[in-house]
């Protein structure tokens, strides 16, 4: 196992970061005027560094069903925020094995390894049909 260097882990994070600002506005977008307002009332709360507020649970009460997917998107990215600095992001959650820095960059919510990904997504057929490799 390779441990990730600081340099590797804050691409990461940007990248994570990117695709959190990304969904966001896709979500706004979505929305209309009115839950629009409640949506600025949300994100003005800035939950700051502690991460203990999660926009995605803040979102998901809103029950705004036309934004499932990207809610759900957002969640793995805050997920992986939380937990960049604590656990080795790199390690496959199903084998143990080591995931490629280059995949980490390009899917950065990656919790598996490719070979094991194919597999999970072999066995837990996807609800939208787009497989998430
Ligand atoms: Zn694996």
Redesign the pocket.
Known sequence: MTKLTLRDLELIENKLRKRQQDLLEEIQSELDERENQQLSAIMGNDPGDDGDLSLADALADLNVIRVDRQINELREVEARLLHINKVNVNE?A??G?EIGLQRLLVYPTAV??I??QERYEHTHVQGNGHPSL
């Open positions: 496959c199903d084998c094995k598996r390894c070979s094991c």
